[in-house]
């Protein structure tokens, strides 16, 4: 009897466990049958078209390395094409009547910033009322050489304009040749805009990182007049970037450059462009100056006659000492800024204002000529004591690069001040007129352009 009972619960017991088998198994094929949840799924869906391709394979085999430079883009990565920055409207005034040879789609060789303007109008806005975007007006309001027609036309245009820009022209669908090629920052396109980005972020890699670095400022901030990049290198700021730069993070994202994280030390754009603590990044390097450095006598930029700035210093300069606190103490960031407007000071009273004085006076008793600048020596003198000598060392200061602020800087303006007053004392005794030289390669246009229109 206990062995029935024994052989009943263990049937019992294989029934259950035989049956619950059986539902698992059923609901595991159930289960299996079953649509898994949906997921999330984010995807932008855009093509290069054919028309487009066209243009990649043509120019792979005619300008390889246009092609290459693109190929590593970020806009390729992202699809956009030749024809997205190049395709021209039909009222476009530089449509390329040769590339219509090829291809009935008119484009147009020049991507000015207002074709840019399309994906990045923040940035094209900022840019276009910034001293840079401007700086063509700029010396044409302010520059003897070109007033007076002091250098010729072929100098100017591998040299003031490769910088400054030129006033790009178009004649019968073809470019003049002495207005094009150019790159500079403060170019008149055909459109009507001014600049041009690929200044600073090169064609047609149109790299973030490339433009972050000194050495694209460094193609135009350079030399005897506004050597900035030089005075970079010199500076703690300057010695710590070739030391370490290399293994910075330079592709970070627009807004998320981080001080400390992404870089040691800044550069240019960081100091002037870039977000930093609570600063906003600006493509206006008119922004975050307190002084006009690079006038003959330093005033605020608000006050500069040829272009002033639509700022207010003071608030200007919070931001600049902002960008300096990221890594710096607030007592060390205002003891530099203190110690650079005691320089200005110094500058405009010992140097500039006693200096322009005395050769004011010459123009007066008619011991100078003031009807062309730059005709005689005084006049070379006194540019160059503030066009160089003067710049060097307010430059050199506010950058922090004490051999340029002294030995090239103070040390030559002090030389430069005893030739002048030597020069003004011989012509006084002498009671004759200064010599006015035939200058050598003078003779260029002295139309000044209607930036009206």
Not at 199 to 223: D, I, W
Not at 379 to 401: K, N, Q, S, T, V
Not at 407 to 433: D, N, S, T
Request: net charge neutral; glycine share 6%.
């Amino acid at each position: 009897m206990e062995t029935l009972k024994k052989y009943a619960l263990f049937v019992l017991a294989w029934v259950f466990v035989s049956t619950l088998a059986m539902t698992t198994n059923v609901r595991a094929e159930q289960a299996s049958q079953m649509p898994p949840p949906p997921l999330k799924e984010y995807r932008i869906v855009r093509s290069i078209s054919e028309e487009a391709q066209g243009c990649i394979a043509c120019h792979a085999e005619q300008n390889r390395g246009i092609v290459a430079d693109w190929a590593s883009s970020r806009h390729a990565h992202a699809n956009i094409s030749c024809l997205d920055c190049h395709i021209a409207g039909p009222a476009d005034p530089d449509i390329s009547k040769e590339h219509l040879q090829y291809d009935k789609t008119p484009i147009s060789v020049i991507v000015s910033p207002k074709d840019c303007s399309r994906c990045h109008p923040s940035e094209a806005a900022q840019y276009a009322k910034s001293k840079h975007a401007n700086t063509l007006e700029l010396i044409w309001k302010i520059d003897p050489w070109l007033n007076h027609g002091m250098n010729s036309d072929i100098e100017r245009q591998t040299g003031c304009n490769h910088c400054h820009g030129s006033i790009v022209k178009v004649e019968n669908g073809k470019f003049d040749s002495s207005t094009w090629p150019n790159v500079g920052v403060g170019r008149i396109n055909p459109d009507g805009s001014k600049g041009s980005c690929s200044s600073c972020h090169t064609r047609h890699k149109f790299s973030l990182s490339e433009a972050r670095k000194p050495e694209a400022c460094g193609q135009c901030h350079l030399g005897p007049d506004h050597p900035q990049v030089e005075i970079f290198d010199e500076s703690k700021h300057g010695a710590i970037y070739h030391a370490e730069g290399d293994n910075w993070n330079w592709n970070a994202a627009p807004g998320t450059w981080t001080p400390g994280v992404d870089y040691r030390t800044p550069t240019c754009s960081v100091c002037h462009m870039s977000a930093v603590n609570d600063v906003a990044a600006t493509h206006d390097v008119t922004e975050r100056l307190a002084w006009e450095t690079q006038a003959p006598l330093t005033v605020r930029p608000s006050e500069f006659k040829p272009w002033p700035a639509q700022t207010d210093w003071r608030k200007e300069r919070q931001k600049m000492e902002k960008v300096c606190l990221a890594c710096h103490s607030q007592k060390w960031t205002k003891g530099h800024f203190t110690r650079f407007d005691a320089v200005v000071v110094n500058y405009n009273d010992n140097y500039f204002k006693p200096m322009k004085k005395l050769v004011d006076e010459l123009y007066e008793k008619k011991l100078l000529d003031n009807s062309k600048n730059l005709d005689e020596k005084l006049e070379i003198d006194m540019y160059e004591l503030w066009h160089h000598e003067g710049r060097r060392a307010r430059f050199g200061a506010a950058m922090m690069a004490p051999d340029y602020a002294w030995w090239h800087g103070f040390y030559e303006l002090k030389k430069k001040c005893m030739e002048i007053q030597e020069e003004v004392e011989k012509l006084i005794r002498a009671g004759k007129p200064a010599t006015v030289f035939k200058v050598n390669g003078s003779g260029g246009d002295t139309t000044k352009p209607d930036f009206g229109k």
